[in-house]
């Protein structure tokens, strides 16, 4: 399987998203479980399949594209939209949490921020779970630390890291919008329902005065790259856990809306968190 990631990694961009577009209508076409959810987050947001349809190409362009973003030499060409608003944080000495929803190309948001501003400010940190297949494992473990990045393991050990480099003046990225576990959240309504949403992203910033970037990495189309939409949260955070958590699901649903076709609505946002021996916290 490594080699088959090697050989995917040296196609073309086009040839990558065409492949991909193909395999996330499969899966739409396969999946009743899969489809239902798709079409019912959909509709939880206001829209029908029509208005988000691309949205399922995107989904197989995700998993297509992985490989030449994990392990190719160099990253498809990314043009960045509201640096500004990272600099001005850059020069107040502030670190950063960047914050993204499952949109477009997530994976090119830490890469691209990276590739411009790790140089400078050092690397970005994020947060890594290993896959449980060795291979797999193996081929993240060398995605995840590209230079400028440093990746993290989901535990506490990780989150102590990732204060670290917000206090030193540093990047962290997280998935706002991922279900954490069993522990590591609260309830808080996304369009409109409740779903069970990290706590973490909320409590880095509390704790370290970080600024607040929200990220969008958008595909154009042909395979000619990305677009890395940046802007700041709207209003400074909360001082309440609860109401900074809400905030920030609101600033997702703002990131989602500003591109609803390029949006996973087959991920299963409003599951019931799995338990963990472990929970994570950042109060150590």
């Given at each position: 399987m490594p080699s088959v990631f090697r050989f995917l990694s040296a196609l073309p961009l086009r040839l990558l998203h065409a492949i991909g577009a193909l395999l996330g209508w499969v899966a739409f076409g396969a999946s009743a479980t899969y489809r239902r959810r798709f079409l019912e987050n959909a509709a939880r947001a206001g829209y029908r399949l029509r208005e988000v349809r691309s949205a399922v190409g995107h989904a197989g362009r995700?998993?297509?594209?992985?490989?030449?973003?994990w392990l190719a030499p160099a990253l498809p060409p990314c043009e960045v939209r509201g640096a500004e608003c990272v600099e001005r944080a850059w020069e107040a000495g502030r670190g950063i949490v960047f914050l993204t929803p499952h949109i477009g190309c997530f994976e090119m948001s830490v890469q691209e921020g990276a590739r411009r501003w790790?140089?400078?400010?050092?690397?970005?940190?994020?947060?890594?779970?290993?896959?449980?297949?060795?291979?797999?494992?193996?081929v993240m473990q060398t995605a995840r630390n590209r230079p400028g990045i440093h990746a993290v393991p989901t535990t506490l050990q990780g989150v102590r890291q990732m204060l670290k480099a917000l206090r030193a003046g540093r990047a962290v990225g997280l998935l706002p919008d991922q279900v954490p576990p069993q522990g590591q959240g609260l309830w808080s309504p996304f369009f409109g329902r409740d779903?069970?949403?990290?706590t973490l992203a909320a409590r880095l910033?509390?704790?370290t005065g970080a600024a607040v970037i929200l990220a969008r990495c958008e595909r154009l189309p042909s395979g000619r790259g990305?677009?890395?939409?940046l802007e700041d949260l709207p209003e400074p955070l909360a001082p309440t856990l609860d109401a900074a958590v809400r905030q920030i699901n609101q600033a997702m649903?703002?990131?989602?809306?500003?591109?609803?076709?390029?949006?996973?609505?087959?991920y299963a946002r409003y599951k019931q968190p799995r338990a963990e021996a472990h929970t994570v916290e950042t109060g150590a």
């Open positions: 995700m998993v297509a594209e992985a490989p030449r973003l790790a140089p400078e400010h050092g690397p970005f940190t994020i947060l890594y779970r290993p896959a449980r297949q060795p291979w797999l494992a193996r779903a069970y949403t990290m910033v509390q704790q990305y677009v890395l939409h649903e703002h990131l989602i809306r500003q591109s609803p076709g390029q949006y996973l609505w087959g």
